[in-house]
């Protein structure tokens, strides 16, 4: 049971560059987040995803497009990578929202350079 | 003020010995507590619900008082491998779905 698979683990991008992020969960939970991850700051949300079909801003979305695939599937794009976008990206999912008090299960992360 | 402040350590704590920490919420509001762990350079991983009584999982212990807005974990006996940053989560059930992340404890056990 591979939980919550994020590719890839690691990527270095120039400044300007795009690249998407993907996320894959096998646990047939309806929501699903992207979170980041930075030194002194605790996780921040990016985007969420409460359904299969829907998409919602979390607290830092600014330079960022997520796509809910289908029930399994959540990317997140970046399409003009800057630097203030290094940071690990998690991706994480639960069986419902936040609101139901369900834990959330996490992937690897991804270690994300913009030079 | 943030909305969930952790003492971000590091605690140095010999094996065997107890260790708490706290962490202190903003929002009065607030409805649900966990505490994950998180070794360094991995993912987060749920360590334990913090309930409204207050709940042991083997040597853990969490405890949530609301009168201070704080909640607490206590690891007994801890074991090398308790050796983790430790993430105090917050849920504000404003019909949103955003979870507060403290910054994290680190917590070093020493042999």
């Known amino acids: 049971n591979a939980g919550v698979t994020q590719t890839p683990k690691f990527q270095v991008l120039k400044t300007g560059q795009s690249m998407t992020l993907q996320c894959a969960q096998d646990?047939?939970?309806?929501?699903m987040y992207w979170y980041r991850q930075d030194p002194g700051m605790g996780l921040r949300l990016i985007y969420y995803s409460a359904s299969e079909g829907t998409t919602d801003k979390g607290e830092v979305p600014n330079g960022y497009n997520v796509s809910r695939l289908n029930k399994r599937e959540f990317s997140l794009r970046l399409e003009s990578a800057a630097p203030s976008q290094t940071s690990v990206y998690f991706c994480?999912?639960?069986?419902w929202g936040a609101g139901s008090n369900q834990p959330q299960h996490f992937g690897d992360g991804t270690r994300l350079s913009i030079l | 003020r943030k909305e969930v402040e952790q003492d971000p350590g590091p605690f140095n704590v010999p094996e065997g010995a107890t260790v708490a920490f706290n962490c202190t919420y903003s929002n009065s509001a607030s409805q649900s507590f966990f505490w994950y762990r998180q070794d360094c350079r991995k993912e987060p991983k749920l360590l334990m619900s913090v309930y409204s009584s207050g709940n042991e999982d083997g040597r853990f212990t969490a405890q949530l008082n609301r009168a201070s807005q704080y909640i607490s974990l206590l690891i007994r006996d801890s074991k090398l491998s308790d050796s983790a940053t430790y993430l105090c989560?917050?849920?504000?059930?404003?019909?949103?779905?955003?979870?507060?992340f403290g910054t994290g404890t680190r917590l070093t056990i020493i042999p």
């Open positions: 646990m047939n939970h309806n929501s």
């Open positions: 989560v917050v849920i504000s059930n404003f019909g949103n779905e955003k979870l507060t």
């Open positions: 994480a999912s639960s069986e």
